[in-house]
């Protein structure tokens, strides 16, 4: 089973978009499950061994320790998580010939609260922006950087997306990106005024960072390789702290900032959805509570809302 899980990991370093993160936490869920039941049955086993009584029996037994050495269930999201894990080694399984039907694929998996991480204001990503914050950059990486998180706010990408991009994906005289999402999806989107002026700035001085090794990217590092997504992080991170976030300062955040913002302007969620490149709309829909939290703001200023100044509301 090993030798398997392995080349499994192997394969999906291959694929494109999959982060080191997510394989290593693959890796570390199926290899954690493997070893469990390899011990209840005192050896090897075989993958058609494995079933879904086997895979439901695991999860009950995922536990936690805390500071003074007592165990606990652990939390829904952690159960979820390595029943994704194993679903995902499951069907590869299954799509490589080794298993005619995956034990993981009928277990429903554990109910988890979506949450968001705090989204930067409209006011902290201007900030971010902003020369006060982008002291310590010369002119070059300033207008790098400032292009890549108007790509991330501006148009809602992943920052796997943003550095993975090609300079034949920008079409700046129509407005719009080419965007290669999670599984080689492609989708097509709108690049705004601010972010359009941005990427102009940047393909104008991007050839002082250009090598033999920048190809077709976008987005350089110094070093003139295509940027990658510990760089890009850190250049967010920098920025979004500089700006005052103490949590949330991430890429990711942007693209929590462009879909919260664009629901509290109108926007529907199907086409948000379509622009943020969701194969679901339930991925989408968890927006839908920040913008709760925006509506009630609004709506505390009607006057029927106010209390008045003996402490009761206004009927």
Known sequence: M???????????SAVENVS??????YGSDVRKFIDHIERQSGGDVRPDFITMRHVRRYLGTLVKTD????????????KARTLSSLRTFFRWLVEEGVLADSPAESIDSPRVDKKLPDV???????????DSVSAGENE????????????LYGSGLRVSE???????AVDLKQGWLRVTGKGSKQRTVPIGVKERDALKKWLVVRDEYRTDQSGQALFLGKRGKRLNQ???????NRRLAAAGLSRGAHPHALRHAFATHMLENGADLMSIKELLGHSSLSTTQVYTRVTRDHLKQVYARH?????????????
């Open 230 to 236: 510990r760089e890009a992080y850190t250049i967010v």
């Open 20 to 25: 080191p993160h997510t394989i290593r936490a």
């Open 140 to 151: 070059t990486e300033r207008t790098r950087n400032d292009a890549l998180l108007e790509v």
């Open 303 to 315: 006057p029927r809302a106010a209390a008045s100044e003996d402490g009761t509301r206004h009927r």
């Open 120 to 130: 930067p204001t409209v006011a902290d990503i201007g900030t971010a922006l902003s």
């Open 2 to 12: 090993n030798e398997l899980l392995d080349k499994w990991l192997s394969h999906l």
């Open 162 to 168: 943003a550095v993975g991009l090609n300079l034949r």
């Open 67 to 78: 500071n003074f050495n007592r165990t606990q269930p652990v939390a829904r999201k952690t």
